[in-house]
């Protein structure tokens, strides 16, 4: 007699068959444009660009944050993919590695000389709250692509789009951030994904399951 976790995994693989492939592809990455393109709105519609960022845009910490943010999009866009299909597995995580070592090479070896807290006592929940802010049209649409996917392990596929939706915010804001430690960009970056990878753990459990 067929298991019930067997007979989910056969579902699955039927309802995800339309979507393998190239058409998976496409559409996670037709969704993937679109969550840059709504949080870079809210970014200058509400919070705005840094008023000096003609002059900070040609630094070096400006390149860190532009290449660990999109580090991580990448990776966390690989792993979300990946989760889409049946055969997901936690394995897929080493998609982001690279953006995982070159946060800890930021952290060893900060050149800038900036405060890990960022230049005013606030500085560390402001890019926290405003990373999370951007980050919310990102787990909407993402989690409307993996709902429509085949997704086996809800709550492995919602921590997975939480990260990558707190990456593409975090991608978003450092056209805003004005705290140029590298330290300081890799530590509260990746708390904010952890923190979108926490809800969308907890969301996915609910909204994902079979």
């Known amino acids: 007699m067929t298991s019930t976790d067997d007979l989910i995994h056969s579902l699955a693989s039927t309802a995800g068959t339309r979507r393998r492939g190239a058409s998976l592809q496409v559409v996670f990455a037709v969704t993937g ?16 660009i840094r008023h000096d960022f003609a002059d900070m ?3 070096m910490p400006f390149a860190f944050k532009v290449f660990y943010a999109g580090a991580l999009v990448v990776g966390a866009s ?10 997901a597995s936690a394995t897929a995580l080493y998609a982001v ?3 995982t ?3 800890a ?13 960022g230049m005013t006592s606030t500085a560390a929940a402001i890019c926290v709250g405003r990373i999370l802010f951007l980050s919310l049209p990102a787990m909407i649409l993402t989690f409307v692509f993996m709902w429509k996917a085949a997704p086996t392990q809800p709550l492995f596929a919602g921590a997975v789009l939480g990260m990558l939706s707190g990456s593409i915010g975090a991608l978003a804001y450092t056209l805003a951030c004005r705290n140029d430690g590298t330290a300081f960009v890799a530590i509260w970056y990746a708390v904010a994904c952890a923190i979108m990878a926490a809800v969308g753990a907890i969301v996915g459990h609910r909204v994902l399951r079979w």
Not at 33 to 48: H, Q, R, T, Y
Not at 105 to 117: E, K, L, N, R
């Open 97 to 99: 590695l690279p953006a």
């Open 57 to 59: 845009a040609v630094r």
């Open 33 to 48: 444009v679109a969550s840059l393109a709504f949080a870079l709105l809210l970014l200058f519609s509400i919070i705005g």
């Open 78 to 87: 690989v792993v979300a993919l990946y989760a889409a299909t049946p055969s």
């Open 101 to 103: 070592i070159f946060l």
């Open 105 to 117: 090479c930021g952290v060893m070896f900060d050149p800038t000389g900036f405060p890990i807290m």
